[in-house]
T-cell receptor, first 113, second 114 residues
Framework: DTAVSQTPKYLVTQMGNDKSIKCEQNLGHDTMYWYKQDSKKFLKIMFS???????INETVPNRFSPKSPDKAHLNLHINSLELGDSAVYFCASSYNPRFTEAFFGQGTRLTVV | GENVEQHPSTLSVQEGDSAVIKCTYS??????FPWYKQELGKRPQLIID?????GEKKDQRIAVTLNKTAKHFSLHITETQPEDSAVYFCAATPLTGGGNKLTFGTGTQLKVEL
């Protein structure tokens, strides 16, 4: 059973397009996150939701909009894609917002051409 | 905000040798320090973590030490094996009302050579 699953695994799209990445966790966790990993492997948090409520919003362009329809899902929608958005996007979840292991999804490799 | 520095960026060791990766953090309010291992093309996975009320924690060949005064923490891998080859990330999270905001180090590419 996959604990944190993301779709799609690979996404190739043209500049200016709008795309979404979906994430679901079946661990019963309250908190979900989106991380971006750039070409140098640097992992940076983008958003964090706790029980569908946004609790962390880093300095991410407003072209990125997370949506959490329920606490098991956190989707990421990206408008007007740019070349610099190319990266691996990881969804993660944890039992509660503090001091607990974050379980990562397998990642979505986004390539903007 | 929190800033985590990690060294070295690459580390090559011979199989059976020990490997040490060091991190420093800036926010004295941080009190949870996990280490993640990421194999090529895979997701990061937690290998060990430590909380600020503990100075050292060990799990088989892996140990982590924490010096809160100096804001240092380190990962120690003994008797390294080829399957230990991966990128290792340290992380820290401060005490915030807003929740767990893991700030990661820049990663260490560990290569264990036969």
């Amino acid at each position: 059973d996959t604990a944190v699953s993301q779709t799609p695994k690979y996404l190739v799209t043209q500049m200016g397009n709008d795309k979404s990445i979906k994430c679901e966790q079946n661990l019963g966790h309250d908190t979900m996150y989106w991380y971006k990993q750039d070409s140098k492997k640097f992992l940076k948090i983008m958003f964090s939701y706790n029980n569908k409520e946004l609790i962390i919003n880093e300095t991410v362009p407003n072209r990125f909009s997370p949506k959490s329809p329920d606490k098991a899902h956190l989707n990421l929608h990206i408008n007007s894609l740019e070349l610099g958005d190319s990266a691996v996007y990881f969804c993660a979840s944890s039992y509660n917002p503090r001091f607990t292991e974050a379980f990562f999804g397998q990642g979505t490799r986004l390539t903007v051409v | 905000g929190e800033n985590v520095e990690q060294h070295p960026s690459t580390l090559s060791v011979q199989e059976g040798d020990s490997a040490v990766i060091k991190c420093t953090y800036s926010d004295s309010a941080s009190n949870y320090f996990p280490w993640y291992k990421q194999e090529l093309g895979k997701r990061p996975q937690l290998i060990i973590d430590i909380r600020s009320n503990v100075g050292e924690k060990k799990d088989q060949r892996i140990a982590v030490t924490l010096n809160k005064t100096a804001k240092h923490f380190s990962l120690h891998i003994t008797e390294t094996q080829p399957e230990d080859s991966a990128v290792y990330f340290c992380a820290a999270t401060p005490l915030t009302g807003g929740g767990n905001k893991l700030t990661f180090g820049t990663g260490t590419q560990l290569k264990v050579e036969l």
